[in-house]
Every structure is written in structure tokens, then in C-alpha cells.
């Protein structure tokens, strides 16, 4: 479902990450992006919406090492191609990473990657489809709309106790 202006409702928090913009249409959370000024933001202000106030919660629980899964209803808007890939993100545990190829394989697309990659570059709901969990076929932490500063810091968020060592 695309959002109007009469159906978008928008809420700026802080995070560890800086701040980020929440969007939700009545259906479910739309964006949630890196805020930059003067960026646009849709719709109204809403610092109480129900679907605002639950993402703002749950991120919360989130950035304290509370919460593994979002539990939000999640109103996306992308083609059909986006959306298989979104969907995907989100089937990616918490504390793992996949790789590129491995979501084009995932979506039945396998030599879909760079597409795979644009699409998830055009993920409008950072953090809850956890795009930062996907990386480079090397391993190596590739491409990511919030930097890779904040990539490391969501990945180490959700890096378990036990793989932490004496010197981190």
C-alpha cells in the first residue's frame, strides 16, 4: 500500500545510531530511515501514533539488548522484485549474517545478486528488515544507507556474549 499524505504519520527518535525517522501509514510502520536534515518528512507529526509509539518501544528494547524479533506490522511499498527481497531480510536470524547471493538464492533468483543488493540499498524499514545483516560474498561488511559505522554497531548489538573476547 503507497502512502498519502492524509495516511502518513511520522515520528523522529534517538538512538545509539542517530536519529531515525519513523513513517507509518494506517496499515502498518513504512519507513524507517536515517534521518538527515531537511529531510522530507510525510504526512503529519505524530508523536502518539499506536504503530510509532510500538516501533519506538520496540527499537528501544532492541538498542538495550532486550529484544531479538520486531513484532510491528510492516506496510512496505516497492515492486514486487523489492518486496521478495525485503521479505527475506527479515527471515534472517538475529546475530547472523547472509550474504547477497544468498538472498538471491533464498528469493529463487540466484543470479539476481547485484539486483538483490540494489534492492536492499532501497529498504524503506532499516534495522526491523535487517538489512545490515547482509554482507559482502568475502565476508566483509559491504554497502549500508546508514554508513558502516552503524552497521558494525547494529551487528555488535546482536553479537553474542560468548563470542566476545577479553580484548573487545
Known amino acids: ?3 498519502t499524505l492524509n495516511s502518513a504519520y ?3 527518535i534517538k538512538s545509539p545510531v542517530g536519529e531515525l525517522l519513523l513513517v507509518a501509514s494506517d496499515s502498518g510502520l513504512s519507513s ?3 534521518d538527515r536534515e531537511g529531510f522530507e518528512r510525510p504526512g503529519i ?3 502518539n501514533h499506536p504503530i510509532l509509539l510500538e ?3 520496540q527499537l528501544n528494547e532492541y538498542f538495550a539488548k532486550k529484544r531479538q524479533t520486531f513484532s510491528l506490522p510492516l506496510d512496505f511499498d516497492g515492486t514486487v522484485f523489492q518486496k521478495k527481497v525485503w521479505e527475506a531480510l527479515l527471515t534472517i536470524p538475529f546475530g547472523e549474517t547472509r550474504t547477497y547471493g544468498d538472498i538471491a538464492k533464498q528469493i529463487g533468483s540466484p543470479q539476481a545478486v547485484r539486483a538483490v543488493g540494489g534492492a536492499a540499498n532501497k529498504n524503506p524499514i532499516c534495522i526491523v528488515a535487517p538489512c545490515h545483516r547482509v554482507i559482502g560474498a568475502t565476508g566483509k561488511l559491504v554497502g549500508f544507507g546508514g554508513g558502516l559505522m ?3 554497531l547494529l551487528l555488535e548489538i546482536e553479537r553474542p556474549q560468548a563470542q566476545l573476547s577479553l580484548w573487545d
Open 1 to 3: 500500500m503507497g502512502l
Open 10 to 12: 511520522h515520528k523522529i
Open 32 to 34: 524507517l530511515i536515517w
Open 45 to 47: 507529526e505524530d508523536n
Open 55 to 57: 516501533t519506538e518501544q
Open 150 to 152: 552503524n552497521k558494525t
